[in-house]
């Protein structure tokens, strides 16, 4: 069916190392792929967003590719610190009956190490 | 600039009492609405969209409803709650502008941690 797959469900990383959190998905008229990032009791934000028409986004320490043909994108954090400890999810409009939805991912819960 | 309200924060309520949660959105027009589900320590599920009054559509079968009485307001309801209705529930809100493919970035409510007792 249609959905969003996200790997993996937690993630350790050092303080200082970077962070890759990997998602598919199933409809091949999917155009846009945001990321979101929740902390604790707190609404989810999005952090970086990319659109079918782009391989690659970047904005200073994170970055988004997309493969289209793979149905996959990433989320790349470098240079991880403390305050990047949050549940990070990914999304995707699928279409549906109505028009475009977005589905989002399990979520990742990445715990930076200080 | 635009808003989304959601209320209310918390909420307890017994097994069998009905729900009503409020989602109302701020300078828009023709916004698509989401309600999401969020266990603890889990992902958000989508359980109901729109992208209109009158268009609704439920996403996986539970003992929830929606409905859209105006433009900028969705309403999640339930007539009798159950224990597995528990959670974190969460509006949110984008546009689709007709014709340039072009989704937008989804806001989201403060979200209302619903616990049924």
């Known amino acids: 069916g249609e959905n969003v797959e996200q790997h993996p469900s937690t993630l350790s990383v050092q303080e200082g190392d970077s962070a890759v959190i990997k998602c598919t998905y199933s409809?091949?008229?999917?155009?846009?792929f945001p990321w979101y990032k929740q902390e604790l009791g707190k609404r989810p934000q999005l952090i970086i967003d990319?659109?079918?028409?782009?391989g690659e986004k970047k904005d200073q320490r994170i970055a988004v590719t997309l493969n289209k043909t793979a149905k996959h994108f990433s989320l790349h954090i470098t240079e991880t610190q403390p305050e990047d400890s949050a549940v990070y999810f990914c999304a995707a409009t699928l279409q549906g009956g109505y028009g475009n939805k977005l589905v989002f991912g399990a979520g990742t819960i990445l715990r930076v190490k200080s | 600039s635009q808003t989304i309200h959601q209320w209310p924060a918390t909420l307890v309520q017994p097994v069998g009492s009905p729900l009503s949660l409020e989602c109302t959105v701020e300078?828009?027009?023709?916004?698509?609405l989401y309600w999401y589900r969020q266990a603890a320590g889990r992902g958000l599920q989508l359980l109901f969209y729109?992208?209109?009054?009158?268009?609704i559509s439920s996403e996986v079968p539970q003992n929830l409803s929606a409905s859209r009485p105006q433009d900028r307001q969705f309403i999640l309801s339930s007539k009798k709650l159950l224990l597995s209705d528990s959670g974190f529930y969460l509006c949110?809100?984008?546009?689709?502008?007709?014709?340039?493919?072009?989704?937008?970035?989804?806001?989201f409510g403060q979200g209302t941690r619903l616990t049924v007792v």
């Open positions: 409809d091949s008229a999917s155009n846009y």
């Open positions: 729109s992208v209109g009054i009158g268009q």
């Open positions: 949110a809100w984008n546009r689709s502008p007709y014709g340039t493919g072009r989704d937008t970035e989804a806001f």
């Open positions: 990319i659109r079918s028409n782009v």
């Open positions: 300078g828009t027009s023709n916004p698509n």
